[in-house]
């Protein structure tokens, strides 16, 4: 350390004085070692270039090299590049003489590249003519000091800038800080609110227990969070999301509450819509089933309470599927709109309305102290719906169907009811539609075959379990077959054969008729080729289709295909359609019976009289044969009344240019009457009963191809 060593003048002395003072200066010297050697701070010696003398192990250790590798590096080589002009002004002024030394804060380089704060005092050391000679630095590590500040600024930054409300009161719940996020939120600035308790931001709104909850989760576990309501200097109310935290000390005293929240409106908000859409249907904006579970629930609480009877009324539109399909789904949606609205119109405040999905309603008639009023209700609604609707221009009508079921007569719970209730609006729909019926425990056993019925159908198509049986129909003047008319039948593995009037009204209101009336087609032209590859005589086969089949625009393409598919000629297949299918759309139906009947197919008219012809149209439809219903044909012979009318009817189709089918013909003076009027065509099992495919066969084949049906016939009758 030459800075520490003793001049030349003063050694030469040392030698000529006494020896006591060399003792003493060679302690003070060594003393000056020691304390160099062993400071905790960091010690540099460097030349007036900046080169390093001499460092102390602190030092070296503060930049993570060894003192020997120090000597010779410049001070500029271990100073962060941004801060080396920081020294440079200084250390001139030194050097001028004009100041003897400087402190400042600055960043070293540690050898592993990492930065090191370091706050340095320099002074400068001069010979005897004032010339400077070498520079000592001390240098303490003050990185942690640094860290730490950085941090606190840091978190005041984030304090002030974070985009939730904090506000900070003491132990005593006064408010010592907020940062800008709670001025933005609450309209209060911070001088409005110091020393305040943070109360004066409740709206008043949030229940006592709330808070109650709140400080004794605090006391428990030091934290809480909720929602409550407050209030903004401005007066609004808002909710908010709030969250608390206790702080202490070492002792684990209370010092301060921190808190911060976050305005929820939008959050509440958005939370209420998704829950209003979860319980409202977003068509007609009723109830849904979810809600009506609920809803229905507390009414029936509220009865029990009170011992009031309870009315819940199921509302399902007749036809609306073929409305739907025929003239639009949008056409559709309009219409269930409407029938919620006229609903809702016309029940009392406290009844409950909601939609089930797609046209089935429910009405909750509450309140009720008889059955009376429960069905003065369902009879009002009864009368509006009735009424004609007008859409986009057009006027629909959908009667309903609506079935009751009471409480507590019927159930005392929401899925009793509800399953009552259905059964007894689908007793309405078996009963001719446009009405209501109150449940009767006899209908579960009807509704719970119609439920096997709905369930069942999809897989009895999907697995092939449907077979045609033909029932031949007779030329009235030869006797000779001139056709039969395919009747299709569910062969179930378990309940055995099931006829058509058990589960065609279910495949026409779930849509399934549309790809069994397709296989019905199409089996019917295999099963005509087969029997011309036999050989049997010429006869065409009669197929019945559903109006949903004829709602379909490519049905005469899908029908001209089939024919070329199967190698059949117009002239073998006939189609039917019911009377009160072919009048639901007489426009629209017209224009589809007159493109199949320029492909040369025959059409008829199944089950005339049972329907409500309008003669207008029913002259324009372009068909061939009315097909008369066996329920006139049964008691021709005992009700003078079905005799004219078989009579009329066959000559109104003789007028019309058409031929007659008569349906259901059991005995021989049946047959004969009908002769007598001038039937065309007879069916009937007094010359066959449906049969299979291959039973029509055996039956063919044991008459002589010029012998008649109904020669056989006769011979049954003898």
Not at 583 to 599: F, H, Q, V
Not at 641 to 656: E, N, Y
Not at 686 to 698: D, Y
């Given at each position: 350390m030459t800075a520490l060593n003793p001049s030349g003048r003063a050694a030469h002395a040392l030698q000529a004085g006494s020896r006591p003072l060399l003792t003493a200066l060679a302690e003070c010297e060594a003393r000056q070692r020691a304390l160099f050697s062993n400071a905790t701070v960091g010690i540099a010696l460097a030349d007036v270039q900046g080169r390093l003398l001499e460092v102390n192990e602190a030092y070296a250790r503060m930049l993570g090299y060894t003192a020997q590798e120090l000597q010779g590096m410049s001070i500029a080589e271990l100073t962060h590049p941004e801060d080396e002009s920081l020294e440079t002004d200084y250390l001139a002024a030194i050097a001028r003489g004009e100041r003897d030394s400087y402190q400042i804060e600055k960043r070293y380089l540690h050898r592993s590249g990492r930065e090191v704060w370091g706050e340095l005092a320099v002074s400068g050391q001069r010979d005897e003519r004032g010339r400077l000679v070498q520079l000592i630095g001390v240098v303490t590590d003050i990185t942690g000091r640094k860290q730490e500040q950085a941090h606190l600024r840091l978190m005041g930054e984030v304090f002030r800038q974070v985009g939730e409300a904090i506000l900070v009161s003491d132990q005593d719940n006064r408010i010592v800080m907020v940062n800008q996020a709670f001025t933005a939120l609450t309209g209060y600035r911070p001088e409005e609110v110091m020393g305040r308790n943070p109360s004066l931001l409740s709206a008043g709104q949030t229940p006592r227990e709330v808070y109650q909850k709140m400080w004794a989760a605090l006391r428990e576990r030091g934290h809480w969070q909720g929602e409550i309501w407050d209030r903004r200097k401005d007066g609004a109310v808002y909710p908010k999301l709030l969250s608390i935290a206790l702080l202490k000390d070492d002792r684990g005293r209370l010092t301060h509450h921190i808190a911060w929240f976050t305005d929820i409106t939008e959050h509440k908000e958005a939370e209420n819509r998704i829950r209003y859409l979860a319980l409202h249907d977003t068509l007609t904006g009723l109830p849904n089933r979810l809600c009506l579970q609920e809803r229905l629930g507390q009414a029936l609480l509220a009865a029990h309470r009170r011992q009031e009877m309870l009315g819940v009324i199921l509302i399902d539109l007749d036809r609306f599927k073929l409305i739907n399909d025929s003239l639009g789904h949008h056409l559709g949606d309009a219409l269930l709109v409407q029938t919620g609205a006229r609903l809702q119109a016309a029940v009392r405040n406290d009844d409950v309305v909601a939609r089930l999905g797609g046209d089935e309603f429910v009405v909750v008639v509450t309140g009720a102290a008889t059955m009376e009023v429960v069905l003065s209700v369902a009879g009002k609604l009864l009368e509006t719906l009735r009424q004609p609707y007008q859409i986009e221009g057009q006027v629909l009508h959908a009667t309903p169907s609506m079935g009751i079921s009471f409480y507590p007569e019927d159930g005392k719970d929401a899925d009793t009811l509800m399953r009552n209730a259905d059964a007894a609006m689908y007793h309405a729909k078996s009963q001719g539609r446009n009405g209501l019926q109150c449940f009767d425990p006899a209908l579960n056993a009807a509704a719970t075959e119609r439920f096997i019925l709905e369930s069942n159908l999809p897989r009895a198509l999907a697995q092939g379990e449907f077979v045609l049986h033909y029932q031949a129909q007779i030329d009235g003047q030869s006797g000779c077959l001139m056709g039969v008319e395919a009747l299709v039948r569910w062969l179930d593995p378990e309940r055995g054969l099931v006829p058509p009037d058990r589960f065609i009204s279910v495949a026409e209101e779930t849509g399934l008729i549309v790809p069994l009336g397709a296989w019905v087609l199409e089996e019917a032209c295999r099963q005509r080729q087969a029997w011309h590859r036999q050989g049997l005589p010429a006869f065409r086969v009669a197929v019945n289709l559903s109006v949903l089949q004829l709602r379909q625009a490519d049905f005469p393409g899908q029908v001209a295909r089939l024919l070329e598919r199967h190698g059949l000629t117009?002239?073998?297949?006939?189609?039917?359609?019911?009377?009160?299918?072919?009048?639901?759309?007489?426009?629209?139906?017209?224009?589809?019976?007159?493109?199949?009947?320029?492909?040369?197919?025959?059409?008829?008219?199944?089950?005339?009289?049972?329907?409500?012809?309008?003669?207008?149209?029913?002259?324009?439809?372009?068909?061939?044969?009315?097909?008369?219903?066996?329920?006139?044909?049964?008691?021709?012979?005992?009700?003078?009344?079905?005799?004219?009318?078989?009579?009329?009817?066959?000559?109104?189709?003789?007028?019309?240019?058409?031929?007659?089918?008569?349906?259901?013909?059991?005995?021989?003076?049946?047959?004969?009457?009908?002769?007598?009027?001038?039937?065309?065509?007879?069916?009937?099992?007094?010359?066959?009963?449906?049969?299979?495919?291959?039973?029509?066969?055996?039956?063919?084949g044991s008459l002589d191809a010029r012998l008649c049906l109904r020669s056989a016939a006769d011979r049954r009758q003898h």
């Open positions: 117009a002239a073998d297949l006939e189609l039917e359609i019911t009377e009160s299918a072919a009048m639901g759309n007489p426009l629209e139906t017209i224009e589809m019976l007159n493109k199949i009947k320029a492909m040369g197919i025959s059409m008829a008219i199944d089950d005339f009289g049972t329907g409500y012809s309008s003669l207008a149209y029913l002259k324009l439809l372009p068909i061939d044969s009315l097909k008369l219903d066996r329920s006139f044909v049964k008691d021709i012979e005992t009700s003078q009344d079905d005799a004219v009318i078989c009579s009329a009817t066959i000559a109104l189709a003789h007028a019309l240019g058409l031929s007659v089918v008569a349906e259901g013909v059991e005995t021989a003076a049946q047959e004969h009457y009908l002769l007598r009027q001038g039937c065309d065509y007879l069916q009937g099992y007094l010359f066959s009963k449906p049969l299979t495919a291959t039973e029509l066969e055996r039956l063919l």
